[in-house]
């Protein structure tokens, strides 16, 4: 059987080398990592494989005749590592994995910080929703990528919100190396900044969000004529879909977007889709996410249930308008998710029939509440009661047989 060595380099090469790593590369006959991870092994006389694709390393190690290998990866390989892929296709191999120093302690290191609070973010070949991950932590750390870089993260920071003014940014390139670069400051200061592939940016936010919203007041949100379900349905809808962090939820009919906006904060890894045959509402809801740094939701403009089809399979699914469509969306969720949460509002009792039927046809059992809410409001020297309309709030449940 094979010996191979899966070696985390550091952030500098042979300069950040464990004893133990070093120790590894020295008894290899094989050496595999890509170009700046071979070039300090050029004159060793052992055979090098430029290569950091899994698949082909894999092969690499199988097709070579040597007995012990080395996989060389940048940073530690329990830290966003392409050594997750490879891993699983060398089980044959006798491996040794060997942890390297990562990049966010090097950084933090070099900027004076811990960082047990932060929230890390990968890049690499994703946008990742940062906007809301930067509101809702005092520290983030990402890694970026050539796309990714430190002048497009903080343009795209801007957008939402109030473009945090108040937050302040840490890039470095090159760690470890000759080439090395760091710098700080606020998010204009940073837009245009050239960094290069190898860069990391720590973001220290002291005015984050402590809290997850619910309820939030309908004055928050910008207001059109378009209907908007009120805060205190929504707080009782939100918490009725069980959302979980990293989850897909639908926003069925999202008006406003303020229950889209709900669903964001509590899913800050997941991704919000919500949909609106009025194109007046699909701005709106647009301008509401921006508003609430919400960029883990897509907006979608069509009918439902057809715009619906090529969706990823959700989690939790808010249905506050289906155009007479209910029972069709219903079972469209469950086809793809059998369990999805559910939660649709009637204000009528026609709907309130459709609602329930559409449960029935799906063989759910479902849960039914209905709230009255009455608020107060000054006339005149007199405190008066105020009160809304009565909604019910349809919940679908287990199976019927179950």
């Known amino acids: ?42 004159d060793s006389g052992k055979q090098l494989v430029n290569e950091y694709d899994p698949e082909r390393t894999a092969d690499a190690i199988r097709n070579s ?24 296709l060398i089980e044959d191999t006798e491996t040794v994995v060997l942890p390297g120093i990562s990049s966010f302690a090097a950084f933090c290191v070099k900027c004076g910080m811990s960082y047990e609070k932060m929230k890390f973010i990968s890049l690499h070949g994703s946008n990742a929703n940062i906007a809301l991950e930067v509101h809702m932590n005092r520290y983030c750390f990402l890694l970026l990528d050539n796309k990714n870089t ?23 390139s090159e760690l470890g190396y000759e080439t090395e670069k760091i710098v700080s400051g606020r998010i204009p200061d ?21 809290y997850i919203p619910s309820a939030i007041s309908d004055d928050s949100f910008i207001r059109t004529k378009i209907p908007m379900t009120k805060a205190e349905v929504r707080g009782c809808v939100t918490a009725s879909l069980n959302i979980p962090h990293d989850g897909i939820c639908w926003d069925i009919g999202c008006g406003t977007g303020s229950v889209s906006v709900e669903m964001a904060y509590r899913c800050p890894d997941g991704t919000v889709y919500s949909f609106d045959k009025n194109e007046e509402a699909v701005m709106l809801t647009c301008d509401n996410t921006r508003r609430f740094f919400c960029d883990n939701v897509k907006v979608y403009s069509g009918n439902c249930p057809d715009c619906l089809e090529e969706m990823p399979a959700p989690d939790a699914v808010f249905i506050g308008g289906s155009t007479g469509k209910l029972s069709e969306i219903v079972s469209l969720v469950y086809s793809k998710n059998d369990k999805a949460y559910i939660t649709a509002t009637a204000v009528s009792v026609e709907t309130l029939a459709e609602a329930t039927d559409a449960f029935r046809k799906a063989g759910r059992e479902c849960s039914i509440t209905q709230i009255a809410v009455t608020r107060m409001k000054k006339v005149g020297s007199y405190t008066m009661p ?12 287990k199976k019927c047989s179950e």
């Not at 500098?12 to 070039?39: F, H, P, V």
């Not at 903080?154 to 940014?169: A, Q, S």
């Not at 837009?191 to 720590?202: A, H």
């Open 1 to 42: 059987m094979k010996k191979v060595y899966v070696i985390g380099t550091g952030t500098n090469g042979t300069g950040s080398l464990t004893a133990d790593a070093a120790k590894a590369i020295e008894e290899a006959e094989l050496i595999i990592g890509a170009t700046r991870m071979l070039k300090p092994y050029t």
């Open 65 to 88: 005749s040597a007995q012990t290998a080395a996989v060389l990866f940048s940073g530690d390989i329990s830290f966003f590592s392409g050594a997750k892929k490879l891993l699983p």
């Open 190 to 210: 940073l837009i245009g900044f050239k960094s290069e592939p190898l860069t990391v940016m720590i973001t220290e936010n002291p005015d984050y969000l402590k």
């Open 150 to 172: 430190v002048s497009s993260v903080c343009t795209r920071l801007l957008k939402y919100g109030d473009g945090f003014p108040e937050l302040r940014v840490y890039a470095g």
């Open 386 to 397: 105020d009160a809304m309309n009565p909604v019910w709030i349809i919940s679908g449940g």
